[in-house]
C-alpha cells in the first residue's frame, strides 16, 4: 500500500466534522490498527499516524458522536492500549464517567468486548 495515503488519511481525520464521516473513518482506523498490531504480515503504520489515529479515537469517544463511531474508537483504544501504558487509566476514567453510552455499546455487540 502506498504510504503517503495512510499520511493523508492519518493527517486528515482530525478534521472531520460530519457524523456520517466519522463512523467509516473510525472503522477505518480500527482496522489499519488491528493490521498495524498482527502477528503476520500486516500494515505497518510509522509512530506519527499511530498517535494521529489515537488522538482521533479519543475524540470521538469523548465528542457528541453516534454509538457505533464510538464503539470502534473504543476497540482501537483497547488495541493500542495493549501498546502504551497510559491509555487504560485515560480509557477507563472516560468509560466510568459515560457509562449509560457504554452499557450500549456493549449490548450491540456483546462478542466484541
Request: charged share 25%; hydrophobic share 40%.
Amino acid at each position: 500500500m502506498d504510504k503517503d495515503l495512510f499520511d493523508f488519511f492519518c493527517s486528515n481525520i482530525k478534521h472531520l466534522k460530519d457524523i456520517s464521516a466519522i463512523r467509516p473513518a473510525a472503522k477505518i482506523c480500527q482496522l489499519l490498527v488491528v493490521s498495524h498490531y498482527k502477528k503476520q504480515e500486516g500494515i505497518i503504520l510509522p509512530e506519527k499516524n499511530l498517535e494521529e489515529i489515537l488522538e482521533s479515537s479519543f475524540d470521538w469517544l469523548i465528542n457528541n458522536t453516534k454509538v457505533a463511531s464510538k464503539a470502534y474508537s473504543m476497540r482501537t483504544l483497547y488495541i493500542l492500549g495493549k501498546h502504551y501504558d497510559w491509555i487504560y487509566p485515560e480509557l477507563k476514567t472516560i468509560l466510568n464517567k459515560d457509562f449509560p453510552i457504554i452499557v450500549q455499546l456493549i449490548r450491540l455487540s456483546p462478542k466484541k468486548f
